[in-house]
């Protein structure tokens, strides 16, 4: 690779995107944590990632925090470096690297469907494109969320006896499945695990849709049925969820399309919404970035690279120094 | 097939049995006679279907599709019904529209459709079809659904629909048949319970039953038991009539093509229950030497002279037309 190494360093500025370990400057697409680590000396993102990093990991986790605006370029020697947005999460970023006429773009995590939460995804047009593979396999096609969110209404009016608990990933999931059960008409208050409380009370501040939110651990009384309550999925089968009589488990992940890892996972209601691209989004992305070279990272890249090379187009897959197998966040 | 689909869809994803029971009866109760059994067929293992052979499909997809990306996704989702029915590429509009076939139309279906046919039929299905009923399809057709219901399950679920002792459809489930209308008919009280020829079937055995030491030995007199040797190899059941001698292995599967040795002398009606056994001259030899001989389809002299096999006999359940629990024991 040209400007750009295995670590994601972009060589003559010695920056990295997204590392793994603590380095004197970084720049981080997103707060997910296999993404964003505390520890960096300088941290250039978005001014949505910055915070929610603060929130998760405390205000001292970089020395310094450089905030950058999507389409805003920043130019170190003879580099732009300009973020667009992702479509992840709050804040996510594609990171496009200009290095004398040579297009390098790294999408860091991203979906092209409009979530209405975060920024759309924008299409960028690059010579080298850096993406990622989470769900590179044909079998993966994400069905409508707001289809998909229904199966939790309909099985609330079903079972009125018993609570709901959807397992989401506390950042980004679980505000994209409370707002989708807020358009799709629900009203309710919607209870939420502590680990939820501070990203919720972040997006509610953005103007994200998610109606009246209540923390269980407030609760003295735990025999409520007909609830929805959202938790971290590690939840679901501890044994915080024991005080739940009567409850039905579901959980929202792309990976939920297979059904022998719903019953793996003892997920009663799965619904299959993602904050990645499927299959169709992912091919449909390489082809129109017009990028000549592809490398694929975390997640099967092996049938994406097969893929580009039907079609023409040079692609390799790029195991990023320490990062481990993709689990979908 | 939509509502089978669904049910089987709902059946995998719950984790209780009780659950699944309760899913079964709903089912059962809004469906007709015809197409629960039909799917009776389906969920038990009595009536084995396998229209397409698994590499048969394979093959299909292969043609059909990309083979490297097909192979890769199979290997990553491990169920080939599953990685068909997401692979699969149709319009979902028209499988929300179109209607598919009654389970029992689609079953009637392949079992005369030839070969050739089937192919077409089958991708026609597949197109009309979301992923969950693509799923359900391919696994009807191949046989074999692994979706975690138990036969036991199924007969509890049947008792609780119709109603009836869950003892009673034990007794004449290894007599009933694909499409069990009898069995729905007398579920349903249409007509009365039915009539199973004891000599062709397998009858549920009592296995053993765990004591609790500490409340049941209080409770248990010993002059009501008496003990006798339990013996190594499997316990099976023998059923002699008209000439014809067949074995069941204790789960009701047939196993005589196995033990072609195993000959009696009498012609009268029996059924016996006891153990299996290998060795000469009638002398058990150890539990490794009867598995030389057990799941074999064919097998050869040099083995029979070897192991040869024999029963030790543990009871008599049938005598001539008369069941023998109702006997005194010691007669």
Known sequence: MNILDSRLNIKPLNIFIDPQHPVEKAIISHAHADHAKSGHDKVLATKETIDIMKIRYGENCAKSFQVINYGESLKINDVDITLYPAGHILGSAQILINFKGQKTLVTGDYKTVDDKISTPFELIKCNTLVSEATFGLPIFRHPNANEEIKKIITSLNKNPQSTHLIGCYALGKAQRVINLLRDSGYKETIFIHGALEKICRYYKNSNIKLGNLEKISNLKDFDFKNNIVIAPPS??????????????????????????????????????????????????????????????????????????????????????????????? | MKKFAELLENLIYSPSTNKKIDLLEGYF??????????????????????????SEIKSLMHSKFDKTLFELSYDYVGDLAETISLFWKSNMDIANSKKLPLLSEFIKNCENKPKKKMYDYLFNLLDLSNPTQRWAIIKILSGGLRIGVSEKTVKKALSKYGNKELEKIEKIWHGLNHPYNNLFDWLDNKKPEPIIDNFKTFHPMMLSNPIDEKKDFQILDHKDFVAEWKWDGIRVQIIISNDKVVLFSRNGDDITESFPDITFFSKKNVVIDGELLVGKNCQPSSFNDLQQRLNRKKVSEKIIDEFPAFIKAYDILFFREKRSSKFEFFR
């Open chain 2, 29 to 54: 109760k809004s469906n007709n006679t015809l197409e629960n059994g039909y799917a009776l067929s389906v969920l038990s293992s009595n009536y084995k279907m396998k229209f397409i052979r698994v």
């Open chain 1, 235 to 329: 939840a679901l089968k501890d044994r915080w969820s024991r005080r739940f009589k009567n409850k039905i488990s579901s959980q929202a992940s792309g990976w939920l399309s297979i059904k022998q890892r719903v019953k793996q996972n003892q997920i009663e209601i799965p619904l299959v919404i993602s904050d990645h691209c499927d299959w169709n989004e992912l091919t449909k992305t390489i082809t129109n970035t017009r990028a000549e070279k592809v490398l694929l990272t975390h997640g099967n890249e092996e049938a994406l690279v097969y893929w580009c090379k039907q079609k023409g187009i040079d692609a390799f897959p790029l195991s990023i120094h320490g990062m481990k197998e993709k689990v979908e966040k």
